[in-house]
């Protein structure tokens, strides 16, 4: 909706603001900068972050979503959400799920190869009258070259399924920055002052916490879920490190809750929605006719189920009765 009296269309005048705002901007870095230590003084690296060229493509992508939708600016920030999510990330979730069913099929030939080396390895061993710990280097060296071959054979080396991390969490900070700066008015005071009545509920200002931690609360319940349906997963046995990992993800999905409580609503609203994609595409990529839709090779560990084995697998380790 246009401010009375003010011309052209809402994404023009949020370029007018942004460009207002520079000189300003400009002037709090180079006195950050000033400081002792340069750009090491106070804030240095995180406003450079603020000001960088990805973040303002995001702050425009932002605008120009909400000026072609006419959404409020609560909608827009969930609708951008789920835009990202499912036009850049869940076409990679797929390749990924791709991968990981190659890697899965893998493991019974891997298997084979590996016992099949050990007794050569053995035979080589007492043939030349080799230690048990010179026996052990030369099976362990020639087995990754056979894994390693069959990983180029397949096209299917684990260090692909890492791709979607490398491009989910640079562009949930690059949006993350982008609302932060709208919401203290980085980017012009007339876009806080949108955003300042942008939100809905009990949200109503986008630019001030949540006071009754609402979104945060449910920011933390839908992260935890989410490791929790992955961790249900018993596609290939887990290791130590695995383990590991995913109790790391449990801890940082409950201290995002106090976090999400002292930033602008605008951002626990987009952590939140973002989550609520990501969830939506977790349980969609274990429809089998969606993973046949995206071509991801059928496993032993697939099920014709999936939702009641993840509701049974949920109720099974969390249920009370012993």
Same mark, same amino acid.
């Given at each position: ?66 000026? $072609?939708? !006419? ?8 609708? +951008?959400? *789920? %835009?990202?999510? &499912?036009?850049? /990330?869940? @076409? ?93 008015? $980085?980017? !012009? ?8 009545? +942008?939100? *809905? %509920?009990?949200? &109503?200002?986008? /630019?001030? @916490? ?113």
């Amino acid at each position: 909706m246009r401010t009375p009296g003010c011309v052209g269309s809402p994404l023009a005048m949020w370029r007018l603001a942004r460009a207002g705002a520079r000189a300003p901007r400009a002037a709090a870095a180079a006195a950050v900068g000033a400081g002792p230590g340069g750009r090491g003084g106070d804030g240095g690296w995180y406003e450079w972050a603020a000001s960088s060229e990805p973040v303002h493509w995001a702050e425009g992508g932002l605008a120009a979503l909400q000026a $072609a939708t !006419g959404l409020p600016w609560w909608a827009a920030i969930a609708g +951008g959400a *789920a %835009l990202l999510r &499912t036009a850049v /990330t869940l @076409p990679l979730a797929a390749h990924q799920g791709r991968l990981l069913a190659k890697l899965e099929n893998l493991q019974p030939e891997i298997k084979e190869l590996a016992e099949r080396l050990r007794y050569e390895v053995s035979v080589r061993g007492k043939q030349l009258g080799w230690s048990e710990k010179v026996a052990r280097f030369h099976f362990k060296k020639n087995l990754r070259r056979i894994v390693t071959e069959l990983y180029i054979r397949d096209n299917c080396h684990p260090f692909k399924a890492t791709l979607l991390v490398w491009v989910q969490i640079p562009m949930w900070v690059c949006v993350s920055l982008a609302l932060r700066n709208c919401s203290i008015g $980085a980017v !012009g005071s007339e876009v806080q002052e949108q955003f300042s009545s +942008g939100g *809905a %509920l009990w949200f &109503t200002d986008l /630019t001030a @916490p949540d006071s009754t931690w609402i979104l945060p609360v449910s920011l933390g319940l839908v992260n935890l879920l989410i490791v929790e349906i992955f961790s249900s997963q018993k596609k290939m046995q887990v290791s130590r490190f695995q383990k590991l990992v995913t109790n790391l993800f449990r801890v940082v999905s409950v201290a995002m809750i106090p976090v999400a409580a002292t930033v602008p609503s605008s951002l626990a609203l987009y952590w939140l929605s973002s989550s609520l994609v990501g969830l939506s595409h977790n349980l969609l990529l274990r429809s089998p006719a969606f993973r046949r839709l995206c071509c991801i090779p059928r496993t032993k560990s697939d099920s014709d189920t999936p939702y009641r084995d993840i509701v049974a697998a949920l109720a099974a380790k969390y249920s009370l009765k012993k």
